[in-house]
């Protein structure tokens, strides 16, 4: 029998785009559910004292809270919760290790690069759902077919277990250090800056995702298994909410988009630069945090393949993984978590690693932009060591003919450097 539930998942989806929406329009920022989840757990100092990532915090705290005031209770006594295939804990582990370093090294998951990459019609992000689908579906299929016998141990025939206290004290945690940094920041700068401005529209970013991720069914593992399962076609097991969810979400994010400058498909005179929760001087913010790069390169394929394996075997993605450490799933709690971020501390490392040496040149002579933390995001354009020293070769060039004039007619030339 068909599990298919497309109204449901077309008006969650549609809950998860707007929740892109309201980050990207009030805070400039991508809701990416890996970026927002490693960078913040990966460097819990940085989080707690630097400005610019408070409404991380404020995103993830309300994530949690909504999940345990409203949903963790109807979440847990659905059915589709108990349908298997159930994931063992070695599941857990080896999933999300893989989701985790392919997150990291492909810059987005389903929803950084599947809701707000694919909204923007960002060839990178179309590059990286086809990779992941594609590896899921093939990881799918030998799972349940001729590897099936050999990969038992990725499943279990035990319900996963939960605690009942545990979602509300990781909950109060999560808020009680999003007051403490605000109160370290609040003594820092008094007044009020673009940054602190964030944490708001962040708190309704981050409730409207938990509801749409639970509306939509997302949250249940089963329904992502229906989804990757294409051998469900043929006997009416196939779950296709998955395309409903981010049609809606893409949708909405879309729209979105269009009062974005630089950004927007249709040319109207009512595009923003500056966010809607921003002063008018936002440079310090960044005005709208967009990603820019078009390079498709063997990292974010790579990234985005792993994340689509490790996706198909623990079920889960960031998004969907917080909702359970909010509802009290043990082996989500101290399994796929702390792997995970091991897979993006992994993943980090490599990309720092590999990255092209840096000019000896003085610091004010190369301009790097940060890769901006909370989804698809990828790296910005910058100035590279070669357009500088091209410059100082021109100058070089110039300088040797003013000497080589200087020396032949004994007169000064009018040559500016």
């Known amino acids: 029998m068909s599990i298919f539930t497309p109204v449901d998942g077309l008006i969650g989806g549609s809950l998860i785009g707007l929740s892109a929406a309201v980050l990207l329009l009030f805070n400039g920022d991508i809701l990416g559910a890996s970026g927002i989840t490693s960078t913040t757990l990966l460097e819990p100092r940085k989080a707690l004292t630097d400005p610019a990532m408070l409404w991380k915090l404020a995103f993830i ?49 389903t929803s950084g690069h599947g809701i707000c990459g694919l909204a923007r019609l960002s060839k990178r992000s179309f590059v990286a759902v086809g990779s992941f689908m594609a590896t899921a579906f093939i990881t799918t299929f030998l799972l349940e077919g001729p590897l099936s016998s050999h990969t038992e141990f990725l499943r279990t025939g035990h319900s996963p277990d939960f605690e009942t206290l545990l979602g509300p004290i990781i909950t109060g945690i999560s808020i009680g250090l999003s007051c403490l940094a605000a109160f370290i920041q609040y003594r820092e700068t008094p007044s009020l800056s673009n940054y602190q401005r964030k944490a708001l529209p962040a708190v309704a970013s981050g409730a409207l995702f938990a509801t749409g991720l ?54 109207h005179s009512r595009t923003r630069e500056c966010p809607l929760a921003m002063t008018e001087a936002c440079e310090e913010t960044g005005k709208f945090n967009v990603p820019t790069n078009t390079t498709v390169d063997s990292q974010l394929v790579l990234g985005s393949a792993v994340f689509g394996i490790g996706w198909a075997i623990g079920g889960l993605c960031p998004g969907p993984a917080l909702f359970h450490v909010a509802s009290g799933y043990l082996d989500v709690v101290i399994l796929w978590w702390p792997t995970f971020l091991l897979g993006s501390f992994l993943a ?58 200087k020396s032949t007619s004994g007169s000064d030339p009018d040559i500016r450097v």
């Open 61 to 109: 705290s309300s994530f949690l809270l909504t999940t345990v005031l409203f949903l963790a209770d109807p979440a847990i006594a659905d059915p589709a919760m108990q349908r298997p295939p159930l994931v063992s804990r070695l599941g857990y582990g080896i999933g999300g290790i893989l989701v985790g370093f392919g997150t990291k090294l492909g810059n987005g998951c």
């Open 348 to 405: 980090q490392a490599l990309k720092n690693h590999t990255k092209s040496p840096v000019s000896t040149l003085p610091a004010d002579e190369t301009k790097i932009t940060e890769v901006p933390e909370g989804g698809d995001t990828s790296q910005k354009e910058h100035a590279t060591t070669c357009d500088v020293l091209m410059e100082e070769s021109t100058q070089l060039s110039s300088l040797a003919k003013l000497q080589h004039y």
């Open 214 to 267: 639970f509306v939509s069914g997302m949250v249940f593992p089963a329904k992502i298994f229906g989804f990757l399962n294409l051998a469900g076609i043929s006997d009416g097991t196939f779950d296709p909410t998955l395309i409903t969810v981010m049609g809606g979400g893409a949708v909405v994010s879309f729209l979105s988009y269009q009062l974005v400058k630089g950004h927007n498909f249709f040319n």
